[in-house]
T-cell receptor
Framework: QQQVKQSPQSLIVQKGGISIINCAYE??????FPWYQQFPGKGPALLIA?????SEKKEGRFTISFNKSAKQFSLHIMDSQPGDSATYFC??????????FGAGTTVTVRA | NAGVTQTPKFRILKIGQSMTLQCAQD?????MYWYRQDPGMGLKLIYY?????ITDKGEVPNGYNVSRSTTEDFPLRLELAAPSQTSVYFC???WGQGVTDTQYFGPGTRLTVL
């Protein structure tokens, strides 16, 4: 049973376009929402994260939008570049500190 | 620093065989984790450890065992391999277990059970 639902499963975007990945959760005990980036053959690496008391966080071309009332959060990749082609996982951390991951979104940026 | 290292990178097992996946970290992290990653399913926590000598079950522990005799090492043991254990296995570590403590992942071990 997936505690964090992620969509879409994959997306293709042109270079310079915007990639949007959405996640939804049910457990209101989640305290922190990180996003991980994974390149083929590598382990996931933390990309950006947000607390539920913040509605938006931006780091460079990556922005998390968080809607606490709807229990949804999303990752926006602005000005997508071929080097952004990877699998992105949203995650949520409850008060027992065990990460729950979404199923992942494979992003392909076409040059 | 090498970070989190895992060996082997790839392995093929026959049903019923056993093996140990090795994981080591050189960041002096207290917390270590084992995950499995199945296609379209994200990562699921198998076992974790909060320090040498202390381990606990995660979401999918059946068929696996762990031990933590040192801060650096956290091996994962498969006793009787089954096709359902075909997966990519990731080891991770973190300094603490607070919500903002980043988990650092190793490069993974791809295991196939035939």
């Amino acid at each position: 049973q997936q505690q964090v639902k992620q969509s879409p499963q994959s997306l293709i975007v042109q270079k310079g376009g915007i990639s949007i990945i959405n996640c939804a959760y049910e457990n209101t005990a989640f305290d922190y929402f990180p996003w991980y980036q994974q390149f083929p053959g590598k382990g996931p690496a933390l990309l950006i994260a947000i607390r539920p008391d913040v509605s938006e966080k931006k780091e460079g071309r990556f922005t998390i939008s968080f809607n606490k009332s709807a229990k949804q959060f999303s990752l926006h990749i602005m000005d997508s570049q071929p080097g952004d082609s990877a699998t992105y996982f949203c995650a949520a951390i409850p008060n027992d500190y065990k990460l729950s991951f979404g199923a992942g979104t494979t992003v392909t940026v076409r040059a | 620093n090498a970070g989190v290292t895992q060996t082997p990178k790839f392995r093929i097992l026959k049903i019923g065989q056993s093996m140990t996946l090795q994981c080591a970290q050189d960041m002096n992290h207290n917390y270590m984790y084992w995950y499995r990653q199945d296609p379209g399913m994200g990562l699921k926590l198998i076992y974790y450890s909060v320090g040498a000598g202390i381990t606990d079950k995660g979401e999918v522990p059946n068929g696996y065992n762990v031990s933590r005799s040192t801060t650096e090492d956290f091996p994962l043991r498969l006793e009787l391999a089954a096709p359902s254990q075909t997966s990519v296995y990731f080891c991770a570590s973190s300094w603490g277990q607070g919500v903002t403590d980043t988990q650092y992942f190793g490069p993974g071990t791809r295991l196939t059970v035939l």
